[in-house]
């Protein structure tokens, strides 16, 4: 057997081509990849998801031998005894002689963590690196951002464009604002749907890794049609998404990027781009992804408009690396915040989807079916519902973790926890995005296909929305009653009458008594 030096590991979501590690090859390094049973099993996930990963993990260490590189892929056939990564790395270290150790700062507490204690204990050396992904460099995030403080986003992003040069005019936006947010926030019209192209999709034949997850008794839900994932798991895959959003969907991406609908059966991701998943594995670069589509908003400007692209750069500029340093500047106390004591649990159709809302049960069942639902749905749907119904956030935590495709904890937690049930108390939103009916009224065609009412608040068909948004709004009226973003909530609640705000509180508390029968 073959003896080296250095053992570099990388890890599912660490897929970085362009990474100064592989700028030239030294016949003494290993780099290892490896599935790990740890990895399968800390929430239970979507089939999905867990095939991704393995699919993306195989897919780069073929490239990585094809370009010549010494490379250890290891799957669940070669890990199974081994009962966690540390015991993985001292398994390989002595069988192929390795004196040294390198790994790629991890992304997730957890894992950043156990390799920590893993150097500390480790009787030969082992350093670790920049995964050389992120915008923001994560020694400088203490810098702008502290423990429990709430870092205006909008400020952030402006700083990250002036840094990168992005959309800007000398020091000045282009097209002279910084935001054009309030552009798109469009629903669509039934001319609309008919125009919404077809998305890009992929048959990766994951059969054998579905086979393996059987083989060793892995846990997950949901399915993969014919054993073929739709998912780009690749990076000439990714490459070729984006060249396909730029293409087609860039054009009506801002201007539709919060807008919902049930009546797109064969496209559930509309305008948006399905790259949240190659970014996160880090197969595509940030940077890259927004200067390619910046590229074709300059080679197109009759077409796209700056209000598509301002909306694309935000997302990933602005709030995906203000996310990440939120969740590292205030870890590991953040994963147990509970603000507002939520405690209920989460009733069983999150995982059948079998409610009679129809917002929620599209939403849900498009989750569970294809491992994606878009932030709208994510934030002002299932958050929404989870917030207004009291759910405890670990249980909604464990679930967004666990049904989504791009879910990895640095970017799951500070939208779950944070954005959508403001349980970090303030840390990332400065109001709780709690809305009644109207909010899906206004931004989707839901409510036209729903068994409840929109515009009741009380009775036998009045939309729980509207109830239980009155009922979170007065349970918690002293923590924000003071909030200037909320206060003319509070005064149209009291301009109603006694009779009708008894009643919608009794409708609220009905409804979350029987939340299992919605």
Known sequence: MATYKTLRLILGDQLNPSHSWFKSKEDDVLYLIAELK???????????????????????????????????????????????????????????????????????????????????????????????????????????FKKDKHVTMEHFYRAMRKRYDLLMEDDKPAGGKW???????????????????????????????????????????GEIKEGKLEWSTSRKQAKESLEYFCE????????????????????????????????????LHPLYVIKRVISEFEQRPDEISLSQVEGFTRQILGWREYVRAVYWVNMPDYATKNQLKANNKLPQYFWDGNTKMNCLSHSLKQSLDTAYAHHIQRLMIIGNFCLLSGINPDEVDNWYLGVYIDAIEWVEMPNTRGMSQFADDGIIATKPYAASGNYVNKMSDYCKNCQYDVKQKVGDKACPLNSLYWRFMQTHREKLEKNPRIGMVYRNWDKQSDELREDTLNQATQYINNIESL
Do not use: W
């Open 248 to 283: 087609h969907l860039l054009v009506n991406f801002g201007k539709f990027q919060d807008a919902m609908t049930d009546q797109s059966k064969d496209n559930t991701s509309l305008y948006h781009s399905r790259l949240s998943f190659a970014l996160n594995t880090k197969l």
């Open 38 to 144: 740890q990895e399968t099993n800390y929430v239970k996930h979507h089939v999905q998801k867990l095939c991704a990963f393995f699919n993306a993990m195989e897919n780069f260490a073929t490239a990585l031998k094809s370009a010549g590189f010494n490379v250890l892929h290891l799957t669940l056939d070669d890990t199974h005894e081994d009962k966690h990564l540390p015991a993985l790395l001292n398994r390989v270290v002595k069988e192929y002689n390795c004196s040294c150790i390198e790994y790629l700062y991890p992304d997730e507490f957890r894992l950043k963590s156990q390799l920590a204690d893993f150097e500390q204990s480790s009787e030969i050396n082992v350093s670790a690196y920049d995964s050389e992904h992120f915008l923001l460099p994560f020694n400088e995030i203490k810098d702008r």
């Open 179 to 221: 935001n054009y947010d309030s552009n798109n926030r469009n629903k669509f019209s039934k001319q609309d749907l008919k125009s919404i192209p077809e998305p890009k999709l992929f048959k990766n034949d994951v059969s054998h890794i579905l086979a393996r997850l059987k083989k060793h008794n892995i846990a997950y839900f």
